[in-house]
């Protein structure tokens, strides 16, 4: 049935767990809409035959429709769309809800290429590696205009826009290659600007990794774009911040500065100046670099400079992933996922 409407449809395979769902709901509204445009054809056809003018001097008669039937009129459309919604809305909360589990990647789009950068290491161009069976957040910005990173195959698309991260997730359950595209029209090579999902089996997934990380390309595998030795992201990240001057404002040791310290700061609920917290996640860290007046914290002065146009995108993801490396202790999180970083003492 599936597969004999998705061929109906004309849909691209299945590749992710939410295709699956986001085709049923669709083949769901589709059929019922077919039904119920069907059942309005056969009653207008029904009220014709039935009901039309006999002769040309007969009164048209009045009719009193009974109650229950203006119920149903009314009930049956309505309870259906309150259906979809309701269906809908939970699916919209699951797309939009990453585990915290997920494997983080970056994502950059630039005039015309995706690069995806993994915290601990490596990067690549245009080829996105990812191991089966496990949920995958992809934190996804642009260096220059807005693009659209989007797979047809998972049925998954979302706007990279310059100076903001957004998050999106999917889980590919079985090995296999999908198409990306970029679907915002970005300027002359657009349509060039292709890369691809490659799914592996979580095993040859480490062994990819592993392999990148000591430089080594492995035989039948994308090879990534890196120098032999890729830094992580932290410890770049470390290095703009030096570089950058925010050191002179923020520690690391969890003593506050001029501005608070980012120790322990992401995933921690923020009081906000005026009111309100924050949750303290990729958007946000982004948000206070780019537009620290946006959201000012409580307790400190809104003295900080806006870094929009100032910081690269990479360096902005690098920032981030070193303010997450700074955490005591970061609960619901597998150690093994990423080693905790150790700040240099200063
Ligand atoms: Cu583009």
Same mark, same amino acid.
């Given at each position: 049935?599936?597969?004999?409407?998705?061929?109906? *449809?004309?849909?691209?395979?299945?590749?992710?767990? *939410?295709?699956?769902?986001?085709?049923?709901?669709? /083949? *769901?509204? *589709? $059929?019922?809409?077919?039904?119920?445009?069907?059942?309005?054809?056969?009653?207008?056809?029904?009220?014709?035959?039935?009901?039309?003018?006999?002769?040309?001097?007969?009164p048209?008669?009045?009719?009193? !429709?009974?109650?229950?039937?203006?119920?149903?009129?009314?009930?049956?459309?309505?309870?259906?769309?309150? %259906?979809?919604?309701? $269906?809908?809305?939970?699916? /919209?909360?699951? &797309?939009?809800?990453?585990?915290?589990?997920?494997?983080?990647?970056?994502?950059?789009?630039?005039?015309?290429?995706?690069?995806?950068?993994?915290?601990?290491?490596?990067? #690549?161009?245009?080829?996105?590696?990812?191991?089966?069976?496990?949920?995958?957040?992809? %934190?996804?910005?642009?260096?220059?205009?807005?693009?659209?990173?989007?797979?047809?195959?998972?049925?998954?698309?979302?706007? !990279?826009?310059?100076?903001?991260?957004?998050? %999106?997730?999917?889980?590919?359950?079985?090995?296999?290659?999908h198409?990306?595209?970029?679907?915002?029209?970005?300027?002359?090579?657009?349509?060039?600007?292709?890369?691809?999902?490659?799914?592996?089996k979580?095993?040859?997934?480490?062994?990819?990794?592993?392999?990148?990380?000591?430089?080594? =390309?492995?035989?039948?595998?994308?090879? #990534?774009?890196?120098?032999?030795?890729?830094?992580?992201?932290?410890?770049?990240?470390?290095?703009v911040?030096?570089?950058?001057?925010?050191?002179?404002?923020?520690?690391?040791?969890?003593?506050?500065?001029?501005?608070?310290t980012?120790?322990?700061?992401?995933?921690?609920?923020?009081?906000?100046?005026?009111?309100?917290?924050? %949750?303290?996640?990729?958007?946000?860290?982004?948000?206070? +670099? +780019?537009? =620290? &007046?946006?959201?000012? &914290?409580?307790?400190?002065?809104?003295?900080m =400079?806006?870094?929009?146009?100032?910081?690269?995108a990479?360096?902005?993801?690098?920032?981030?992933?070193?303010?997450?490396?700074l955490?005591?202790?970061?609960?619901?999180?597998?150690? #093994?996922?990423?080693?905790a /970083?150790?700040?240099?003492?200063?």
């Open positions: 049935m599936n597969e004999l409407l998705r061929q109906l *449809f004309f849909l691209p395979e299945q590749g992710s767990t *939410f295709a699956v769902k986001v085709d049923h709901l669709h /083949y *769901f509204l *589709f $059929l019922t809409t077919l039904a119920v445009a069907a059942g309005i054809g056969v009653t207008g056809l029904t009220f014709l035959v039935r009901y039309h003018r006999r002769t040309a001097l007969a048209t008669p009045r009719l009193v !429709a009974p109650m229950w039937l203006e119920g149903l009129f009314i009930g049956v459309p309505l309870s259906l769309f309150l %259906l979809w919604f309701v $269906l809908g809305f939970r699916q /919209y909360v699951w &797309v939009s809800s990453p585990p915290r589990d997920a494997l983080d990647v970056y994502v950059t789009g630039k005039q015309w290429m995706w690069k995806f950068t993994y915290p601990g290491g490596p990067s #690549a161009i245009d080829t996105l590696v990812v191991p089966a069976g496990r949920p995958v957040r992809l %934190l996804l910005t642009s260096r220059d205009v807005i693009h659209s990173f989007f797979v047809p195959d998972f049925r998954m698309k979302r706007d !990279a826009v310059p100076g903001r991260y957004t998050d %999106l997730w999917f889980e590919a359950p079985k090995p296999g290659r198409l990306v595209l970029c679907a915002e029209y970005c300027g002359l090579d657009h349509s060039q600007m292709r890369g691809e999902v490659v799914v592996l979580p095993a040859d997934f480490e062994a990819w990794r592993a392999a990148q990380l000591g430089g080594v =390309p492995v035989a039948g595998l994308p090879g #990534a774009a890196t120098a032999p030795r890729p830094e992580s992201m932290a410890i770049r990240g470390e290095h911040a030096a570089a950058q001057g925010c050191l002179q404002c923020h520690t690391v040791t969890g003593a506050p500065h001029i501005g608070p980012w120790l322990g700061l992401y995933g921690r609920m923020e009081p906000l100046e005026g009111g309100g917290r924050v %949750l303290a996640d990729e958007a946000y860290l982004t948000e206070s +670099m +780019m537009d =620290p &007046v946006a959201k000012v &914290v409580a307790g400190y002065l809104p003295v =400079p806006g870094y929009h146009g100032r910081l690269s990479e360096d902005v993801g690098a920032l981030v992933e070193f303010i997450k490396s955490h005591p202790t970061r609960p619901g999180v597998p150690a #093994a996922q990423e080693p /970083y150790v700040p240099v003492r200063r």
